[in-house]
């Protein structure tokens, strides 16, 4: 979600003109296609992507439960958690609900 804004008026959905444009389209295309409004197209690749993600910070989750179940060293825990906020990624800026953040 956008921070709160200090101005009057309507609050903005967008970060800016492209994103607003990329959710224009994804309606668009949802519509002549007939598909209801709570559909989120994507690309094969984009999903790909997105599992590949998602494979990863569960790999890295995982990889964190194990270490703290033995008696790991200030450094291995620290080399693990950063490879856990590593995977994350930009996951912060996915978006399925048809606004995409910019």
């Known amino acids: 979600m956008l921070p ?6 309507r609050p ?5 003109q492209a ?5 224009y389209e994804q309606r668009s295309a949802t519509a002549k296609a007939g598909l209801s409004a709570d559909v989120v197209l994507v690309t094969r ?3 790909d992507g997105l599992q590949d993600r998602l ?12 270490l703290l179940t033995e008696k ?8 693990s958690l950063a490879e856990l906020v590593r995977s994350t990624g930009r996951l912060d800026r996915l978006w399925l609900n048809g606004k995409t953040p910019g």
């Open 4 to 9: 709160a804004q200090e101005s009057v008026g």
């Open 12 to 16: 903005r959905l967008y970060c800016g």
């Open 19 to 23: 994103c607003r444009q990329r959710a």
């Open 55 to 66: 494979f990863q910070l569960r790999c890295a989750i995982e990889d964190v439960q194990t």
């Open 72 to 79: 790991p060293t200030k450094a291995e825990l620290e080399r």
């Open 45 to 47: 690749a984009e999903l």
